[in-house]
Every structure is written in structure tokens, then in C-alpha cells.
């Protein structure tokens, strides 16, 4: 399966401020996704990414909140704009794969802990 | 009424038992299936995936899917404590693993 890196693992930022997080992929994948995990929380799909396009927003997400870039089939970033303390939780990139002769799955890079202060 | 159902626990289960996961769905449409284990402070690490009615078994996991009842389950054979973790039932409308929703998992605690 893909491997996964993300960028920052953790940070604390101000409320007001933005911050960008980073998703790489050793491999072409044609979709990616993000999710936020809010803390003691299950995962909750924002959007998803293609290369080309426009990503996809899950109801309850906006892009001036969370615009989203997907300049090739290996890279992904999430911005987090004009954060609050609301917006402290885990940012998870996921990619959809296959190994060859299977199904698709979907995987998951490290996360980014985002404390918002 | 929640996409994805599942107990919340936590699930205790003695060391060598068999731990017995479920959830439960509410879109008839889903077409896949996952389960997801994530220990605290980790991401979620693909378990299982399962598209047909029947059982899945990979080792001492197995999957088991019910359509018409809406509802899957998890089983772990031979439960160690290196199992104790957080267990996410995911469902699919999509055959790919397109837009996944997550219930909102069941902790399992394995005791020695």
C-alpha cells in the first residue's frame, strides 16, 4: 500500500492565524481525502481532492475555511484559515489504493495534532 | 439516526477469547466495507475490507457481512493484548473506497 507523510506532525498556533499542512504520497494516486478527528471523536470527512480539479466539500466545510491544493497525483496540502480553538484536532490525508488484483482500500498518513491556543 | 452504529464500549475480552465487534448501517446503497483499528494517539490502520454478504478471514480476523440485515461484524480470534485498541466500522455507498463514513468506534480492552 502507499505510504503516507504528512507535515507538521503537531503544532499550537494562535487563533486568527492559519496553518498549511502537508500530504505526500510515494506513489501516483488519483484520489486523496481529508478528515479531521476532534478530540475523543471519530473521523469526519472534509473534503476530497482530485488532481485537476476543484476538491469536493463534505457538508459543513468551506473552502475559505479549509482551501485545499492538489498540484499532482503525489502531493496535497490543507490550509486551516483564521483558526480557533474549535479547530484543535487531528488532520488525517488519506489516499485511495490498491495492490494489484485487489480492491480498492483507503490509507492513512501519520496525522497532524493541531492545538489551537 | 447515525450513518454508522457501533457500540461505543469499552469491550473487555480475556486474553485467548474471541472479541466480537459489530456495527450497523443505515444507507441499504453501501457497497464496501472496512474495519479500522487505531491505537491512541495513531492514525486509523486498514484491518479489513469486505464487498460481498458471507464471511473474510485473514488470519485471526475474520469479517462478516450481512446486507440484508445491515450490519457487519469484526471477530478476533485468539484476542492478545497488543489487540487492545480502538476498532472503527467504515461503510462505502461506492465499490471503490470512495467517501468513507466512519461510526465512532468501539474501544477493546483485552485482559491478561
Known amino acids: 500500500s502507499a505510504v503516507i507523510s504528512q507535515k507538521p506532525s503537531r503544532d499550537i498556533c494562535q487563533r486568527g492565524t492559519s496553518l498549511t499542512i502537508q500530504c505526500q504520497v510515494d506513489s501516483q494516486v488519483t484520489m486523496m481525502f481529508w478528515y479531521r478527528q476532534q478530540p475523543g471523536q471519530s473521523l469526519t470527512l472534509i473534503a476530497t481532492?482530485?488532481?485537476?480539479?476543484?476538491?469536493?466539500?463534505e457538508s459543513g466545510f468551506v473552502i475559505d475555511k479549509f482551501p485545499i491544493s492538489r498540484p499532482n497525483l503525489t502531493f496535497s496540502t490543507l490550509t486551516v484559515s483564521n483558526m480557533s480553538p474549535e479547530d484543535s484536532s487531528i488532520y488525517l490525508c488519506?489516499?485511495?489504493?490498491?495492490?494489484?488484483?485487489?480492491?480498492?482500500?483507503?490509507?492513512f498518513g501519520p496525522g497532524t495534532r493541531l492545538t489551537v491556543t | 439516526q447515525k450513518e454508522v452504529e457501533q457500540n461505543s464500549g469499552p469491550l473487555s475480552v480475556p486474553e485467548g477469547a474471541i472479541a466480537s465487534l459489530n456495527c450497523t448501517y443505515s444507507?441499504?446503497?453501501?457497497?464496501?466495507f472496512f474495519w479500522y483499528r487505531q491505537y491512541s494517539g495513531k492514525s486509523p490502520e486498514l484491518i479489513m475490507s469486505i464487498y460481498s454478504n458471507g464471511d473474510k478471514e485473514d488470519g485471526r480476523f475474520t469479517a462478516q457481512l450481512n446486507k440484508a440485515s445491515q450490519y457487519v461484524s469484526l471477530l478476533i480470534r485468539d484476542s492478545q493484548p497488543s489487540d487492545s485498541a480502538t476498532y472503527l466500522c467504515a461503510v462505502s455507498r461506492y465499490s471503490s473506497a470512495s467517501k468513507i463514513i466512519f461510526g465512532s468506534g468501539t474501544r477493546l480492552s483485552i485482559r491478561p
Open positions: 488519506s489516499v485511495e489504493d490498491r495492490e494489484e488484483g485487489l480492491s480498492y482500500e483507503q490509507y
Open positions: 444507507d441499504r446503497g453501501s457497497q464496501s
Open positions: 481532492a482530485n488532481q485537476g480539479s476543484e476538491a469536493t466539500y
